[in-house]
T-cell receptor, first 110, second 117 residues
Framework: DQQVKQNSPSLSVQEGRISILNCDYTNSMFDYFLWYKKYPAEGPTFLISISSIKDKNEDGRFTVFLNKSAKHLSLHIVPSQPGDSAVYFCAANQGGKLIFGQGTELSVKP | KAGVTQTPRYLIKTRGQQVTLSCSPISGHRSVSWYQQTPGQGLQFLFEYFSETQRNKGNFPGRFSGRQFSNSRSEMNVSTLELGDSALYLC????????????????FGNGTRLTVT
């Protein structure tokens, strides 16, 4: 059973608009969540993280929101740029190991 | 500062053989983790080493093993290779001992693409 789910395999957004990537989890014991971005033939690159004691963390164009009651987190990218086109993974910390979602492929069109 | 370095980048092996993959963490990072990425299963945790000790282990068979050296460099070994072991193997390092603390996320290398024929 998947403890971290990204239900949208792909997302297409116009340049300059907002991209919203979603992630759901099942285990309320997760205490730390991260978003990674991955280009083909490269390893995942850390983007932003959030502790379970917070509900929002912002870093430049990237904001992560955490809704613990709904067991849901989202990544907002504003404004979206063509260089943001990549696969985005959310991950949750479970006792020192990361549990990853299946990824969402974001395509930002000029 | 150099990132996480994995060698080799590509590897082709046949069933039944064994393979050793190498990872050099970011300088100063003492925690090294290994992940397997496949199209069907996504990114899955293999194991994590800190100060030469395996601290955490995922749900993989005993054919998958690893070790860490005193300079924090790590190797993973897969014995008796199966076709299903074909995957991208990713190594990641982290700065501090407390994993995934707010200021110490994992930093990944570009992986070793293993193909088993």
């Amino acid at each position: 059973d998947q403890q971290v789910k990204q239900n949208s395999p792909s997302l297409s957004v116009q340049e300059g608009r907002i991209s919203i990537l979603n992630c759901d989890y099942t285990n309320s014991m997760f205490d730390y969540f991260l978003w990674y971005k991955k280009y083909p033939a490269e390893g995942p690159t850390f983007l932003i993280s959030i502790s379970s004691i917070k509900d929002k963390n912002e870093d430049g164009r990237f904001t992560v929101f955490l809704n613990k009651s709904a067991k849901h987190l989202s990544l907002h990218i504003v404004p979206s740029q063509p260089g943001d086109s990549a696969v985005y993974f959310c991950a949750a910390n479970q006792g020192g190991k990361l549990i990853f979602g299946q990824g969402t492929e974001l395509s930002v069109k000029p | 500062k150099a990132g996480v370095t994995q060698t080799p980048r590509y590897l082709i092996k046949t069933r039944g053989q064994q393979v050793t993959l190498s990872c050099s963490p970011i300088s100063g990072h003492r925690s090294v983790s290994w992940y397997q990425q496949t199209p069907g299963q996504g990114l899955q945790f293999l194991f994590e080493y800190f100060s030469e000790t395996q601290r955490n282990k995922g749900n993989f068979p005993g054919r998958f093993s690893g070790r860490q050296f005193s300079n924090s460099r790590s190797e993973m070994n897969v014995s008796t290779l199966e076709l299903g072991d074909s995957a991208l193997y990713l190594c990641a390092s982290s700065l501090v001992g407390k994993l995934h603390s707010y200021n110490s996320p994992l930093h990944f290398g570009n992986g070793t693409r293993l193909t088993v024929t």
